[in-house]
């Protein structure tokens, strides 16, 4: 992957010396740095490491927690599950937004998607190269979901309702609209 990175932004090519020593010198640093024996304080601070990981998660079972990183800080906040799922049902039922799905429509909306791409490729309303773009990838798709991260700056520790659709199956048509309409926008 490396070399091929290097052929396609520097023009190095595929063959060179220079591409096999360095792969011959990154082989042999990732050899002695994984076959080398660790020193015995190095086996003790990582021994602690992973009591004190277990020790938390166990206390979070225990007190029926939940951590999340925040939104801004990136430090962790932990909370009671109850509380969080409080705040969720509060925050739907006053926003009546968002329901909970009883079926995953995912495979649905991406045939109608590739159906969609598929005849306007056909009727030449898009060219080749702009249908090619915006064909959602099977194996990457995910349906779109919603979730929380907590404010603790605030009183009470309010949640922030963040609706995640990056792999959604519309999410490049959507990218490809955007390209081609914000120049409008930035415009006037």
Not at 28 to 34: D, L, Q, S, V
Not at 78 to 88: N, W
Not at 96 to 123: C, E, G, H, W
Request: aromatic share 10%; charged share 25%.
């Amino acid at each position: 992957k490396i070399a091929v990175d290097l052929n396609h932004r520097h023009a190095i090519p595929l063959k060179a010396l220079e591409i096999k020593h360095f792969c011959t010198d990154l082989e042999t640093i990732f050899n002695e740095r994984y076959t080398s024996t660790l020193s015995y304080l190095d086996i003790y601070r990582i021994r602690k490491d992973i009591k004190f990981i277990h020790s938390i998660k166990r206390k979070l079972r225990k007190t029926d927690s939940i951590i999340r990183v925040t939104d801004k800080s990136g430090i962790f906040h932990i909370g009671s599950t109850v509380d969080y799922d409080e705040k969720i049902e509060k925050y739907q039922a006053k926003t009546n937004a968002y329901i909970q799905l009883s079926s995953d429509p995912l495979m649905n909306t991406f045939y109608k998607v590739v159906s969609l791409l598929n005849n306007l490729r056909i009727k030449q309303q898009i060219t080749q190269w702009q249908h090619a773009k915006m064909m959602p990838d099977k194996n990457k798709i995910q349906l779109a979901y919603l979730y929380f991260i907590p404010k603790p700056h605030k009183t009470g520790t309010p949640l922030r309702p963040i609706v995640s659709g990056m792999n959604a199956p519309t999410t490049k048509i959507s990218r490809m609209l955007d390209r081609l309409i914000r120049p409008l926008f930035d415009q006037y």
